[in-house]
């Protein structure tokens, strides 16, 4: 165990809490994209521990209703071998297969899931085992071209706190990965960096809280960076409709 996994656990027993242990793998790449055209991908699994790993893999069509995330099985994509074992500081490859056509004119989203099987702990291990799972977004391109449209709109909720939506006009994807809302009147700003994708027809939200004594109310500015560049946009502070 690392200094800071053994810190983590005395911390956790000093609190009168028992440790957890979990293994770990990194994936690569972190995006998986096909087309008519490119029907296969490779992913490669990395286990960096001494210890063997146990990883079962899922594909799920991925949708945003309500602006949450929402997986559920599909058979549109299919991923070998299924279960695997990899061995202490070793590799495994994952071949992800398209077993349907691809949409006219939009973009179709998926995610693979790579799970750790948690497992037997010995008898003389007294703690919770933790199964690390790793989600890699597949994007199937369509036969024409495809792009993303964002609209943004800023409204106050009871509490005091703003939502900002971004709704997704267009055919394609968008991953948001930071972005600054400045207030006109004083100049505030506020910094947002959870990173969402916003899937094609599809609506998410970030829920901030504005420094102390700024005035939210009139136009603010956006200004931010996605996986297609930077963006910058006017939003008004407006009742919800």
Sequence with gaps: MSLRGAIGCVALLLAGAQCATAGSFSVTPVRVELAQGHRTAVLTLRNPGDAPLTVQVSLVDWTQPDGEDRYAATHDVLATPPVFTIAG???????????????????????????????????????LNVALRIGVPVFLQPRAAARSELTWSLHGLPDGRLQIDAANSGTAHVQVTDFDLTFDAHGSRVHVGVVKYVLPGSRMSWIVTPPTGTSTTGTAHLHGFSDHGEFDAAVVNAPRP
């Design 89 to 127: 500081n070793s590799e495994q490859i994952i071949r992800v297969a398209l077993r349907r056509d691809a949409d006219a004119t939009r973009e179709l989203p998926y995610r693979i899931f790579f799970e750790e099987v948690p497992q037997a702990a010995a008898r003389d291990f007294n703690g």
